[in-house]
């Protein structure tokens, strides 16, 4: 049974970093897409923005454009260890963020997914 465990989140001003991390645990197969999910404040299950997919053969990630050029998805040198640094952070960027995995090349996450239980990320001044 996968299961994953998110850290790092807090609270930061605007235009500050944070580092987020997955440990992941479990994996039959090292062939899996990994993604970060943001639930914004008020917003349901079903609401979560797909923040970042990366394929773990390949290692390609592909971000949400809200979010481009600001954050960053990297692995710990091959394990199953993931990171989301977070850079230039803006009041919006605020939610709770959960990592997400399935076996397979597509990134395309169902509920029934594998999901950690979040954790919570506040900008604000």
């Known amino acids: 049974q996968v299961q994953l465990v998110e850290s790092g989140g807090g609270l930061v001003q605007p235009g500050g970093s944070l580092r987020l991390s997955c440990v992941g645990s479990g994996f039959l197969l090292d062939y899996y897409v990994l993604g970060w999910f943001r639930q914004a404040p008020g917003k349901s299950r079903d609401e979560r923005e797909e923040?970042?997919?990366?394929?773990?053969?390949?290692?390609?990630?592909s971000y949400a454009d809200s979010v481009k050029g600001r954050f960053t998805v990297s692995r710990d040198n091959g394990g199953h260890t993931w990171y989301l640094h977070m850079d230039n952070l803006k009041p919006e960027d605020t939610g709770v963020y959960y990592c997400?995995?399935?076996?397979?090349?597509?990134?395309?996450?169902?509920?029934?997914?594998?999901w950690g239980q979040g954790t919570q990320v506040t900008v604000s001044s």
């Open positions: 923040v970042s997919c990366t394929v773990s053969d390949d290692g390609k990630t």
């Open positions: 997400a995995t399935r076996y397979g090349s597509a990134c395309i996450f169902k509920v029934d997914d594998y």
